[in-house]
């Protein structure tokens, strides 16, 4: 089915051109049509058009130019371009410039009332995709909180699940925040308004499992009941521990999943089912092992997402000490100081094996607190390695706190770039920008 939208026919005046706008009329698209390029290029710039077709040979390549222009910092635009008894090595670069279609008129009309709906269509995927990123922007930080690359990478995987159908599979150790992302998923995606309910697989037994997503019909003993796939129409279900899910019910729900149908138990008659599945399963020694999660995403076609543990991304720690601490004084309604480097610096250094849940624990255990006490590793205190560590300063900022691990990580890998990169859950090309960075603020501050 044809996409309807605002078309900008620019050719020149004559039969052609009514042709051309009784064929893009004729599916429903609004025409609007000029021959001047002066008036092509105001239209565009007040967003009076979705697409705008333009005429090669009447115009040119510089035409397309300005009206590529005039597009500039307003909504996005896609254009068409017309050429006539095949295509020109002009005509084809200029297309390719500008990344638009280009359609022969000799190939009839059909030809170019597709080539405009693709257009219509990617212009709307990249004005969703740029409003997704907006709210990636405004809402992520809440939930995703680090500046490191891997979680740069959750954060693009996210936006794009958001913007999918597909179900998703979250993938990570115990307390690397899947619940979190599986939410934040639902809240940017266009079923926000819809429910969002969860089934915990690994505490349930098959039969119980089964009755609680797809429901039972009725029968002399009990009573009908509807499942959560019924109950959250529109909305997103989330599988907890889905590597726990029988063989059985992997395949009725990625059945369901794929048909957008589901049958209660006991029931001849299928109903519509139209959720968005999210599965979550723990990696990890105990957790899910690597052929589970490849038969999940095999099964259900899944979009894969992996949540990095803290220890691979241990810059992020002093950002994530921060945010807990202001949202539990919120929630206390108190006044909580930032920490020490003292008290700090000990937190970069630990193996924190309950990842970000774990940190989050000791945030506001230290919060009520009088003094931080600092978590111990296996081998005793975090604090040894960091003994010699000195930022000269009371307080510090977020910079002075990672610029002095860097350092001291690096210290520690006898200069070894790439051995503190994986140490620091940053890559090398960061890291070796931060030092570059470090070096030129050091040289500013010896020539003041």
Known sequence: M????????????????????????????????????????????????????????????????????????????????????????????AARIAACELVDRASGGDALLLAVDRAVREGQLVREVATLRARVGDVAPNALVGRSSGMAHV????????????????????????????????????????????????????????????GRASSATESARAGLLEEARGGTVVVDDASSLPSALRAQLARASATRTTRRAGATTALPADVRLILTARSGAAGADERSSE?????????????????????DIPQ??????????????????????????PLLGHEWTGNVRELEHWVERSALSSSAEQPR???????????????????????????????????????????????????????YRKLKQYRSEDGMRRAG
């Open 2 to 93: 044809l996409t309807q939208a605002r078309v900008l026919l620019v050719t020149d005046e004559g039969p052609d051109s009514s042709a051309l706008r009784q064929q893009l009329a004729s599916v429903g698209h609004e025409i609007a049509s000029t021959h001047l390029i002066e008036d092509a290029e105001r239209r565009i710039a007040d967003g009076e058009a979705d697409v705008a077709v333009l005429d090669h040979e009447s115009h040119g390549a510089a035409a397309l130019e300005r009206l590529v222009g005039a597009s500039s910092g307003c909504h996005q635009l896609s254009f068409v371009l017309l050429t006539r008894g095949g295509s020109s090595p002009a005509a084809r670069e």
């Open 155 to 214: 954060r693009e995987l996210v936006g794009r699940a958001a913007a999918s159908r597909a179900p998703v599979l979250i993938t990570g150790e115990a307390g690397t925040g899947k619940d979190a992302v599986a939410r934040l998923i639902h809240d940017l995606s266009p079923r926000a308004s819809r429910p969002f309910v969860t089934v915990r697989c690994g505490s349930t037994d098959a039969l119980a499992l089964e009755v609680e997503l797809f």
């Open 295 to 315: 038969d999940l995403l095999g099964r259900f076609n899944a979009m894969p997402i992996v949540l990095p543990p803290l220890r691979e991304r241990r810059s």
């Open 320 to 345: 994530l000490v921060q945010h807990f601490r202001r949202r539990f004084a919120m929630e206390q309604g108190i006044e909580l100081s930032a920490l020490s480097p003292d008290e700090m610096l």
């Open 377 to 431: 590793s296996a081998g005793g205190s975090s604090r040894g390695d960091l003994a010699g560590l000195e930022l000269g300063t009371t307080r510090a900022t977020l910079e002075q706190l990672e610029r002095a691990y860097i350092l001291h990580v690096l210290e520690q890998e006898s200069g070894h770039q790439s051995r503190a990169a994986v140490r620091l859950g940053i890559d090398r090309r960061t890291l």
